[in-house]
């Protein structure tokens, strides 16, 4: 009956809490969707700044190419696209360098405190 062909499909679970109950509506208006699209945005985006850097000039020039061919409306298109990555460039920037600022703080604390045990140690003596 098969005649040599493979199966390709996964076969159906059988939970009894399915998304279709009789009964039962899975209505939240529409603010969890609209939350979850956000931040599944937010993960989504690059973080390289080399790669960030090169999208803004990749829409830059895509710009200036609309605009030569005489189109503003997708040369405004493409300014958007660049403004939007250099937004996220800058935000990317700005949470490195809180991160490097955090660590040097930890770092010169720490040896703050190995010289404060080595002088104690050395006091001791």
Do not use: C, W
């Amino acid at each position: 009956m098969r005649n040599g062909k493979i199966r390709r499909f996964r076969p159906r679970t059988h939970n009894k809490h399915g998304s279709r109950r009789s009964g039962h509506s899975n209505k939240t208006n529409g603010i969890h969707h609209i939350n979850s699209h956000r931040n599944n945005f937010r993960n989504n985006t690059p973080k390289n700044p080399q790669n960030l850097e090169r999208l803004v000039e990749k829409y830059k020039n895509l710009a200036k190419e609309a605009l030569s061919s005489g189109d503003e409306v997708l040369n405004q298109n493409f300014l958007q696209h660049s403004d939007h990555f250099s937004r996220i460039l800058s935000e990317v920037n700005e949470a490195r360098s809180k991160n490097n600022s955090n660590e040097v703080a930890q770092h010169d604390k720490a040896n703050v405190e190995k010289e404060n045990v080595v002088s104690s140690i050395e006091e001791k003596k």
